[in-house]
């Protein structure tokens, strides 16, 4: 691949990477704004009111229809969280038109669908089309409460809130079922607008392209959005307005706690939320990488290997890492009964790792099973976009090759040292009613 290449055009910046490693260019359009309470359920529920229609293609069928006649363009949109931020972003991969006959301005007639999309949703009376507000806050809203019937997830997404109670990161990306019933057209509007005026517009392209022809097109299509860079609100300085939400802000470690919920469950869910000394903008990142996959990345890490395995304690059990926050959060699914001897092991693994006590084989196994994962990923032409967010985020400029090499270059005593930083701060414990 080559570098990045970037055009600046005011509050939409202009991210690409020309490669012919695949067949569709594909393009991410990211807003983005520090995680708040009293916004975070109107944000969310941006990204599939705007997919409803625009103002030239006003219902979703006749949007749908335009991009699949651009010889299958498809098109999605999402709300995110990437540290203590919440994104609003949109996707859509087209064909190369340099492949099919006749096809020499299908880029530029996507990226201008795009951006009515994201720039000229359809509007009525000054505000979003009220059908299209209100069936999407029912949909919304069973997305929220769905949540729960998914007990892994509900698990997993109540140990994060538990954890995190006091900082952005415990806020729900898609928000909360309370606040639904107070949004309606109108006020969903202004948040939509408030949205514009303070965040940048980041458009990544990726894939086989003309890089100067692709910008032109992207400046013909978007320069009409963008504003000034020294014009009002976070536009002025777009990543000093990220700074005092900085997704790899390393919170004080405290007091290990318990939270124990009960609902009508038969197997219990108990996970754990364990800080970091380090995180993606660190030096050692991959060994912190390395450590959660010893930990709980993979079959033959210590987590399955003792506590499923030789204990037959857990159905499951596993870790994932949270980079940009410097998080680990273990998940497992245990009798109920079984709570304390399986809470007893686990804190074993933990003590096991800082005492030093990693075989040759945990530490190449986990080397190698990070690597296939990370060729896989390079695989998927919006990894290297989300790399350049991360960037933008952290400062660290990181690329899948880079992160292969690093990660082949941790040692034991690199991954005793992330150890012996990592501390439980919350353990979460989903059980029954009881009596």
Not at 73 to 101: C, M, S, W, Y
Not at 266 to 271: L, P, V
């Amino acid at each position: 691949m080559t570098d990045w290449i970037y055009d600046d055009l005011g509050s939409v910046q202009v991210h690409l990477l020309p490669t012919q490693k695949y067949r569709m260019v594909s393009v991410l359009a990211q807003l983005e704004r520090p995680l708040e309470r009293e916004r975070v359920t109107a944000t969310a529920l941006l990204p599939q009111v705007l997919l409803r229609g625009t103002e030239r293609h006003d219902t979703q069928g006749k949007l749908l229809r335009a991009f699949d006649d651009l010889y299958g363009a498809r098109i999605g949109a999402r709300v995110n969280k990437h540290g203590d931020l919440q994104t609003v972003e949109f996707t859509v991969q087209v064909p190369h038109e340099a492949l099919i006959e006749g096809a020499s301005h299908l880029f530029g007639e996507a990226i201008r669908l795009f951006a009515q999309v994201i720039m000229a949703p359809k509007i009525e009376h000054g505000a979003f089309r009220e059908a299209y507000v209100e069936g999407e806050k029912t949909l919304h809203q069973q997305r929220i409460e769905n949540l729960v019937n998914d007990k892994i997830s509900y698990a997993a997404e109540r140990c994060v809130q538990a954890m995190c109670d006091s900082e952005p990161f415990g806020l729900s990306r898609l928000g909360y079922v309370e606040d639904i019933a107070e949004i309606d057209a109108a006020s969903l509007h202004r948040t939509y607008q408030r949205l514009l005026e303070e965040s940048v517009l980041h458009v990544y392209v990726v894939g086989p392209m003309d890089p100067t022809n692709v910008a032109t097109v992207l400046r013909q299509e978007l320069a009409a959005h963008a504003r000034p860079r020294n014009g009002r609100g976070s536009v002025a300085a777009p990543d000093a307005a990220l700074e005092g939400a900085s997704p790899s802000a390393l919170r004080p470690i405290r007091e290990e706690r318990l939270i124990v919920e009960r609902l009508d469950v038969n197997q219990g869910k108990m996970n754990l939320g364990l800080r970091a000394g380090s995180s993606y903008a660190e030096d050692d990142y991959p060994a912190l990488i390395v450590y959660n996959g010893i930990l709980g990345g993979f079959p033959h890490s210590k987590l399955f290997a003792n506590v499923r395995e030789k204990a037959s304690l857990a159905y499951y059990a596993s870790s994932r890492l949270e980079g940009l926050k410097g998080f680990i959060f273990i998940q497992s699914g245990i009798q109920i009964s079984d709570f304390e001897r399986a809470r007893g092991i686990i804190g074993e693994q933990l003590e096991a790792l800082a005492a030093g006590e990693i075989s040759d084989d945990e530490l190449v196994y986990t080397q190698e099973g990070l690597v296939n994962q990370y060729l896989q990923s390079d695989d998927q032409p919006f990894t290297g976009a989300v790399m350049q967010m991360y960037k933008r985020f952290t400062g660290r400029d990181r690329s899948v090759q880079q992160l292969i090499d690093d990660v082949r270059r941790v040692t034991k005593e690199d991954v005793v040292r992330m150890a012996q930083t990592v501390k439980v701060d919350t353990v979460y414990f989903l059980r029954d009613k009881g009596v």
